[in-house]
Protein backbone atom coordinates (compact mmCIF):
# COMPACT_ATOMS: atom_id res chain seq x y z
CA UNK A 1 0.00 0.00 0.00
CA UNK A 2 1.26 3.65 -0.97
CA UNK A 3 2.27 5.56 1.94
CA UNK A 4 1.06 9.07 1.95
CA UNK A 5 2.18 11.92 4.43
CA UNK A 6 -1.11 13.64 5.28
CA UNK A 7 -0.81 17.52 5.34
CA UNK A 8 -2.84 19.68 7.59
CA UNK A 9 -2.88 23.01 9.23
CA UNK A 10 -1.85 23.06 12.77
CA UNK A 11 -5.51 24.56 14.13
CA UNK A 12 -6.66 21.50 11.62
CA UNK A 13 -4.28 18.99 13.92
CA UNK A 14 -4.73 20.67 17.27
CA UNK A 15 -8.76 20.12 16.60
CA UNK A 16 -8.44 16.88 16.05
CA UNK A 17 -5.73 16.09 18.72
CA UNK A 18 -8.74 17.61 21.23
CA UNK A 19 -10.40 14.44 20.26
CA UNK A 20 -7.40 12.24 21.42
CA UNK A 21 -7.70 12.21 25.05
CA UNK A 22 -11.62 12.70 25.63
CA UNK A 23 -12.39 9.88 23.40
CA UNK A 24 -9.93 7.63 25.61
CA UNK A 25 -11.48 8.66 28.43
CA UNK A 26 -15.08 7.83 27.02
CA UNK A 27 -13.77 4.42 26.37
CA UNK A 28 -12.15 4.31 30.12
CA UNK A 29 -15.85 5.27 31.21
CA UNK A 30 -17.54 2.78 29.38
CA UNK A 31 -15.47 0.00 30.53
CA UNK A 32 -15.42 1.09 33.88
CA UNK A 33 -19.21 0.41 33.28
CA UNK A 34 -18.82 -2.96 32.36
CA UNK A 35 -16.70 -3.39 35.44
CA UNK A 36 -19.59 -2.21 37.71
CA UNK A 37 -22.08 -3.93 35.85
CA UNK A 38 -20.16 -7.17 36.59
CA UNK A 39 -20.18 -6.05 40.42
CA UNK A 40 -23.76 -6.03 40.17
CA UNK A 41 -24.35 -9.14 38.69
CA UNK A 42 -22.06 -10.15 41.95
CA UNK A 43 -24.19 -8.47 44.32
CA UNK A 44 -27.46 -9.91 42.66
CA UNK A 45 -26.19 -13.42 43.33
CA UNK A 46 -25.25 -13.06 46.93
CA UNK A 47 -28.85 -11.55 47.46
CA UNK A 48 -30.68 -13.99 45.76
CA UNK A 49 -32.35 -11.95 43.27
CA UNK A 50 -34.60 -13.58 41.57
CA UNK A 51 -34.83 -12.25 38.21
CA UNK A 52 -30.73 -13.27 38.05
CA UNK A 53 -30.70 -14.57 34.88
CA UNK A 54 -32.55 -11.86 32.89
CA UNK A 55 -29.88 -9.52 34.37
CA UNK A 56 -27.17 -12.07 33.53
CA UNK A 57 -28.08 -12.10 29.84
CA UNK A 58 -28.91 -8.11 29.84
CA UNK A 59 -25.45 -7.95 31.48
CA UNK A 60 -23.89 -10.16 28.88
CA UNK A 61 -25.48 -8.57 25.47
CA UNK A 62 -25.04 -4.51 27.18
CA UNK A 63 -21.16 -5.31 27.79
CA UNK A 64 -20.85 -7.25 24.66
CA UNK A 65 -21.55 -4.33 22.79
CA UNK A 66 -20.20 -1.84 25.16
CA UNK A 67 -16.98 -3.25 24.76
CA UNK A 68 -16.69 -3.39 21.07
CA UNK A 69 -17.33 0.28 20.91
CA UNK A 70 -15.01 1.07 23.84
CA UNK A 71 -12.20 -0.66 21.73
CA UNK A 72 -13.24 1.36 18.62
CA UNK A 73 -12.44 4.70 20.84
CA UNK A 74 -9.55 3.53 21.93
CA UNK A 75 -8.25 2.20 18.38
CA UNK A 76 -9.27 5.72 16.83
CA UNK A 77 -7.56 7.66 19.88
CA UNK A 78 -4.18 5.37 19.62
CA UNK A 79 -4.68 5.47 15.74
CA UNK A 80 -5.18 9.35 15.16
CA UNK A 81 -2.29 10.48 17.48
CA UNK A 82 -0.48 8.19 15.91
CA UNK A 83 -1.55 9.91 12.56
CA UNK A 84 -0.81 13.57 13.48
CA UNK A 85 2.31 13.05 15.21
CA UNK A 86 4.02 10.57 11.98
CA UNK A 87 2.18 12.16 9.62
CA UNK A 88 0.93 8.98 9.06
CA UNK A 89 -2.05 8.36 6.10
CA UNK A 90 -2.73 5.06 7.08
CA UNK A 91 -2.65 5.56 11.15
CA UNK A 92 -5.33 8.34 9.88
CA UNK A 93 -7.45 6.49 8.02
CA UNK A 94 -7.39 3.08 9.97
CA UNK A 95 -8.84 5.82 13.10
CA UNK A 96 -11.41 7.28 10.88
CA UNK A 97 -12.54 3.88 9.97
CA UNK A 98 -12.87 2.72 13.64
CA UNK A 99 -14.78 6.16 14.30
CA UNK A 100 -16.99 5.10 11.69
CA UNK A 101 -17.73 2.21 13.13
CA UNK A 102 -18.32 3.15 16.38
CA UNK A 103 -20.70 5.50 15.11
CA UNK A 104 -22.45 3.05 12.62
CA UNK A 105 -22.69 0.74 15.92
CA UNK A 106 -24.21 3.62 17.75
CA UNK A 107 -26.67 4.19 15.24
CA UNK A 108 -27.73 0.73 14.66
CA UNK A 109 -28.79 0.57 18.29
CA UNK A 110 -30.86 3.28 17.95
CA UNK A 111 -32.68 1.82 15.33
CA UNK A 112 -33.55 -1.57 17.10
CA UNK A 113 -34.01 0.71 20.27
CA UNK A 114 -36.75 2.68 18.26
CA UNK A 115 -38.42 -0.43 16.57
CA UNK A 116 -38.55 -2.02 19.65
CA UNK A 117 -40.14 1.09 21.09
CA UNK A 118 -42.99 0.89 17.64
CA UNK A 119 -43.22 -2.77 18.17
CA UNK A 120 -44.38 -2.46 22.28
CA UNK A 121 -46.37 0.30 21.18
CA UNK A 122 -48.50 -1.25 18.70
CA UNK A 123 -48.65 -4.54 21.19
CA UNK A 124 -50.05 -2.36 23.79
CA UNK A 125 -52.26 -0.76 21.14
CA UNK A 126 -53.61 -4.23 20.23
CA UNK A 127 -53.51 -5.41 23.71
CA UNK A 128 -56.03 -2.33 24.49
CA UNK A 129 -58.53 -3.09 21.83
CA UNK A 130 -58.93 -6.40 22.41
CA UNK A 131 -59.50 -6.03 25.94
CA UNK B 1 16.61 13.19 7.35
CA UNK B 2 15.56 13.03 3.77
CA UNK B 3 12.71 11.22 3.29
CA UNK B 4 12.62 8.61 0.30
CA UNK B 5 9.51 10.87 -1.64
CA UNK B 6 9.22 7.90 -4.24
CA UNK B 7 6.78 5.81 -1.65
CA UNK B 8 5.69 8.71 0.56
CA UNK B 9 3.61 11.38 -1.47
CA UNK B 10 2.26 14.35 0.38
CA UNK B 11 -1.07 14.51 0.00
CA UNK B 12 -4.57 16.43 1.73
CA UNK B 13 -6.76 13.90 3.43
CA UNK B 14 -8.62 12.46 0.14
CA UNK B 15 -10.88 10.04 -0.79
CA UNK B 16 -9.65 7.38 1.59
CA UNK B 17 -10.33 8.94 4.42
CA UNK B 18 -13.75 11.29 2.84
CA UNK B 19 -15.87 7.91 2.82
CA UNK B 20 -14.95 7.08 6.55
CA UNK B 21 -15.68 10.35 7.70
CA UNK B 22 -18.61 11.00 5.52
CA UNK B 23 -19.66 7.58 6.58
CA UNK B 24 -19.53 8.54 10.36
CA UNK B 25 -21.08 12.19 9.35
CA UNK B 26 -24.24 10.51 7.87
CA UNK B 27 -24.73 8.75 11.37
CA UNK B 28 -23.80 11.46 13.67
CA UNK B 29 -26.22 13.38 12.25
CA UNK B 30 -28.94 10.48 12.24
CA UNK B 31 -28.18 10.10 15.89
CA UNK B 32 -28.28 14.11 16.30
CA UNK B 33 -31.87 13.83 15.02
CA UNK B 34 -32.73 10.95 17.24
CA UNK B 35 -31.17 13.36 19.97
CA UNK B 36 -33.72 15.98 18.71
CA UNK B 37 -36.50 14.00 18.88
CA UNK B 38 -35.74 12.44 22.36
CA UNK B 39 -35.81 16.14 23.63
CA UNK B 40 -39.00 17.00 22.34
CA UNK B 41 -40.39 14.09 23.51
CA UNK B 42 -38.87 14.57 27.26
CA UNK B 43 -40.29 18.06 27.00
CA UNK B 44 -43.25 16.98 25.75
CA UNK B 45 -43.86 14.11 28.80
CA UNK B 46 -42.32 17.19 30.93
CA UNK B 47 -45.18 19.46 30.43
CA UNK B 48 -48.04 16.77 30.29
CA UNK B 49 -47.01 15.54 33.58
CA UNK B 50 -46.09 18.95 35.42
CA UNK B 51 -49.77 19.66 34.36
CA UNK B 52 -51.41 17.00 35.83
CA UNK B 53 -49.45 16.51 38.23
CA UNK B 54 -51.84 17.01 41.19
CA UNK B 55 -54.00 14.28 40.03
CA UNK B 56 -51.36 12.20 38.92
CA UNK B 57 -50.32 12.29 42.88
CA UNK B 58 -54.36 11.56 44.12
CA UNK B 59 -53.56 8.14 41.70
CA UNK B 60 -50.13 7.01 42.61
CA UNK B 61 -51.21 7.39 46.50
CA UNK B 62 -54.44 5.59 45.60
CA UNK B 63 -52.08 2.46 44.24
CA UNK B 64 -49.17 2.91 45.59
CA UNK B 65 -49.79 4.82 48.94
CA UNK B 66 -48.30 8.19 49.75
CA UNK B 67 -48.26 9.87 53.45
CA UNK B 68 -49.76 13.43 53.52
CA UNK B 69 -46.71 14.62 54.17
CA UNK B 70 -44.76 13.56 51.25
CA UNK B 71 -48.32 14.33 48.75
CA UNK B 72 -48.54 17.90 50.57
CA UNK B 73 -44.86 18.64 49.65
CA UNK B 74 -45.02 17.15 46.53
CA UNK B 75 -48.33 19.30 45.15
CA UNK B 76 -47.13 22.21 47.40
CA UNK B 77 -42.67 23.58 45.69
CA UNK B 78 -41.70 19.86 45.70
CA UNK B 79 -42.74 19.69 42.25
CA UNK B 80 -40.43 22.39 40.86
CA UNK B 81 -37.75 20.22 42.45
CA UNK B 82 -38.29 17.98 39.20
CA UNK B 83 -37.65 20.86 36.98
CA UNK B 84 -33.94 20.77 37.62
CA UNK B 85 -32.86 17.73 36.43
CA UNK B 86 -35.74 17.27 33.36
CA UNK B 87 -33.54 20.67 32.06
CA UNK B 88 -30.57 19.47 32.15
CA UNK B 89 -31.51 15.93 30.58
CA UNK B 90 -33.65 17.74 27.74
CA UNK B 91 -30.26 20.28 27.34
CA UNK B 92 -27.71 17.44 26.81
CA UNK B 93 -29.87 15.87 24.15
CA UNK B 94 -30.19 19.25 22.69
CA UNK B 95 -26.25 19.69 23.39
CA UNK B 96 -25.76 16.43 22.21
CA UNK B 97 -27.74 16.80 18.80
CA UNK B 98 -26.09 20.37 17.78
CA UNK B 99 -22.46 18.84 18.56
CA UNK B 100 -22.76 16.07 16.51
CA UNK B 101 -25.10 17.22 13.23
CA UNK B 102 -22.20 20.69 13.31
CA UNK B 103 -19.62 17.60 13.11
CA UNK B 104 -21.59 16.22 9.97
CA UNK B 105 -22.02 19.80 8.94
CA UNK B 106 -18.37 20.62 9.02
CA UNK B 107 -17.10 17.06 7.28
CA UNK B 108 -19.72 17.59 4.29
CA UNK B 109 -18.23 21.37 3.86
CA UNK B 110 -14.81 20.40 3.82
CA UNK B 111 -15.31 17.86 0.93
CA UNK B 112 -17.35 20.14 -0.84
CA UNK B 113 -15.12 23.02 -0.71
CA UNK B 114 -12.06 21.86 0.48
CA UNK B 115 -11.79 24.25 3.03
CA UNK B 116 -10.13 23.13 5.74
CA UNK B 117 -11.04 25.34 8.93
CA UNK B 118 -14.79 23.70 8.25
CA UNK B 119 -12.76 20.19 8.84
CA UNK B 120 -10.96 21.99 11.83
CA UNK B 121 -14.43 22.83 13.01
CA UNK B 122 -15.67 19.45 12.26
CA UNK B 123 -13.33 17.88 14.54
CA UNK B 124 -13.37 20.42 17.72
CA UNK B 125 -17.80 19.57 17.81
CA UNK B 126 -16.26 15.67 17.96
CA UNK B 127 -14.57 16.66 20.38
CA UNK B 128 -17.22 18.47 22.71
CA UNK B 129 -19.44 15.56 21.86
CA UNK B 130 -16.72 13.25 23.92
CA UNK B 131 -17.01 15.83 26.24
CA UNK B 132 -20.66 15.36 27.12
CA UNK B 133 -20.25 11.86 27.08
CA UNK B 134 -17.81 11.21 29.64
CA UNK B 135 -19.32 13.59 31.91
CA UNK B 136 -22.71 11.78 31.21
CA UNK B 137 -20.12 8.26 31.67
CA UNK B 138 -18.98 9.63 34.90
CA UNK B 139 -22.61 10.58 36.23
CA UNK B 140 -23.93 7.32 35.25
CA UNK B 141 -21.10 5.19 36.65
CA UNK B 142 -21.39 7.29 40.28
CA UNK B 143 -25.57 5.95 39.83
CA UNK B 144 -24.16 2.60 39.62
CA UNK B 145 -22.15 2.14 41.98
CA UNK B 146 -23.82 4.19 44.63
CA UNK B 147 -26.85 1.46 43.34
CA UNK B 148 -24.76 -1.32 43.86
CA UNK B 149 -23.88 -0.37 47.70
CA UNK B 150 -27.13 0.39 48.44
CA UNK B 151 -27.95 -3.16 47.18
CA UNK B 152 -25.63 -4.66 48.89
CA UNK B 153 -25.86 -3.15 52.35
CA UNK B 154 -29.14 -2.29 52.42
CA UNK B 155 -31.20 -5.01 50.95
Known amino acids: ?131 | MEKNTSILQQVELDSSGAEQIKTSGKWAKFIGIIFIVLAIISLLTFVGIFANMDSLLNVMMEYNGMSDQALAFMTGGGKYILIFPILIIIAVFVLNAIFLIRFRNGSENYFLTGNEDELASSFNNLGKYFKISVALGILSTIGSLIAVVVTFFMS
Open chain 1, 1 to 131: MLETEIILKEETKNQIASTIEWSKYAAYISILGIAIGFLQIIVGLIKGNASILASLISFLISSAISLVMSINLLNYSKLIKSGINNHSSSDLYQALHHLKTYFTIMGVLFIIAISLVFLGLIISLLAFAIN
